[in-house]
């Protein structure tokens, strides 16, 4: 089973719909980060939590909120869905070892926005 | 202020000759640097990493060279294999930083 799953995996929806992403893992890390992938422009930080009561805005956070209703489930949702909000999403957990963060990434939801 | 740059989009390369993947940073408080390879599909999954105070890493085929003056890291892969073919991400952090990823380099490996 994997770690850190992502639901759903594909999502098609219109301009100005709200719609919700989530993300739970299994590996009982308490950082948890959303991301997306925009072709040419690499993975962007979106939010992330170091906790349950942490929530903190990435780079760009505009149009995005999330939720992090417990350890395990940290969930993204769009407002009002416009088109440039059309990426691949992914979800990730992190841990330290040896004072290294290793982030360990779900497999990605793939929205498109008309 | 992108931290982590990668200048090449893409790269391609012959089977069993080595790749080298490069990455170019500005934070110079960054305490260590992982390298990500991304299937399409599929989300990155961790590769390879290096400390701050180490300048080399070796896995396997893959080894990572850190030139701190240069700020300045690099992913060779040897011998290079079809399946290595992926986009691969570098990143940096540290205990008072996020990891920030680079944009990506595609690498390609021919047969």
């Known amino acids: 089973d994997a770690d850190v799953t992502q639901t759903p995996r594909n999502r098609i929806t219109k301009t100005g719909k709200r719609i919700m992403l989530e993300c739970s893992q299994t590996k009982g890390h308490d950082r948890m980060y959303w991301y997306r992938q925009d072709p040419g422009l690499g993975l962007r930080l979106i939010y992330y939590s170091f906790d349950v009561k942490d929530i903190n805005k990435g780079e760009i956070s505009d149009g995005y909120s999330v939720s992090r209703q417990a350890q395990a489930k940290f969930s993204l949702s769009l407002e009002s869905a416009i088109p440039n909000q059309t990426a691949l999403y992914f979800c990730?957990?992190?841990?330290?070892?040896?004072?290294?963060?290793?982030?360990?990434f779900g497999p990605g939801t793939r929205l498109l926005v008309l | 202020d992108q931290q982590v740059k990668q200048n090449s989009p893409s790269l391609s390369v012959q089977e069993g000759r080595i790749s080298i993947l490069n990455c170019d940073y500005t934070n110079s408080m960054f305490d260590y640097f992982l390298w990500y390879k991304k299937y399409p599909a599929e989300g990155p999954t961790f590769l390879i990493s290096i400390s701050s105070i180490k300048d080399k890493n070796e896995d396997g085929r893959f080894t990572v060279f850190l030139n701190k003056s240069a700020k300045h890291l690099s992913l060779h892969i040897v011998p290079s294999q079809p399946g290595d073919s992926a986009v691969y991400f570098c990143g940096g952090g540290g205990s008072n930083y996020k990891l920030t990823f680079g944009k990506g380099t595609l690498l390609t490996v021919n047969p």
């Open positions: 990730a957990t992190s841990d330290f070892t040896e004072n290294l963060e290793t982030q360990y």
